[in-house]
């Protein structure tokens, strides 16, 4: 058992720019999940995969941001066209059927 | 919809005491479940504890247990025995215990400070 593992830690770009995130979750874990998490606020659920198929997303994932797991391994989060308010910290889970979620460290998104 | 409240921002304790973190939560479901984890700064969440719905026995966890209170939809924190490593955010959770997307929602989190 490696952990969730996210890449980058710290991602720096400009309002305007596109961003790609990676999370390599937890091997053998069919579920995956994408929150996103603000300064003081509790993390906000995004999008959830089950093996490659996106099941379910939320109302926050507005069209510029779009979420994939090719062959239910890996999973990418792109965020177009970034604005201010998309600065966050990035969170991805993993889980093995309906057993509790293990996170990776984040991608922290600054937007200059 | 469900919803988590964690209405201390921040709490300190001293070593070795024991400090309790509030959390209520509200829900039409029967069947669900409840969490805690713990974030400690630039660090992953970590799982802390867990609590079926259908359980009513409370759940620990060495020097963690919690009070689940299902009637209030009451979920508190105890941790004995404060240590300075347990110095972080926790985070309160809330998941449906029906098939589906099994999503947490999260509480706004409490910031524990540990004095030495």
């Known amino acids: 058992d490696t952990g969730v593992s996210q890449d980058p830690r710290h991602k720096i770009t400009k309002r305007g720019q596109n961003v790609t995130f990676r999370c390599d979750p937890i091997s053998e874990h069919n579920r995956l999940y994408w929150y996103r998490q603000t300064l003081g606020q509790g993390p906000e659920f995004l999008t959830y995969f089950q093996n490659e198929a996106q099941l379910e997303k939320s109302r926050l994932l507005s069209d510029r941001f779009s979420a994939e797991r090719p062959k239910g391994s890996f999973s990418t989060l792109e965020i177009q066209r970034t604005e201010q308010g998309d600065s966050a910290m990035y969170l991805c889970?993993?889980?093995?059927?309906?057993?509790?979620?293990?996170f990776g460290d984040g991608t922290r998104l600054s937007i200059l | 919809a469900q919803t988590v409240t964690q209405s201390q921002p921040e709490m300190s304790v001293q070593e070795a005491e024991t400090v309790t973190l509030s959390c209520t939560y509200d829900?039409?479901?029967?069947?669900?479940?409840l969490f805690w984890y713990k974030q400690p700064p630039s660090r992953q969440m970590i799982l802390v504890i867990r609590q079926e719905a259908y359980k009513q026995q409370n759940a620990t966890e060495n020097r963690f247990s919690v009070n689940f209170q299902k009637a209030a939809k009451s979920f508190s924190l105890k941790i004995s025995d404060s240590q300075l490593g347990d110095a972080a955010m926790y985070f309160c959770a809330y998941r449906g215990g029906t098939s589906g997307t099994y999503k947490y929602i999260f509480g706004t989190g409490t910031r524990l400070k540990v004095l030495a």
């Open positions: 829900t039409s479901e029967s069947d669900y479940y």
């Open positions: 889970a993993s889980s093995p059927g309906s057993q509790p979620q293990h």
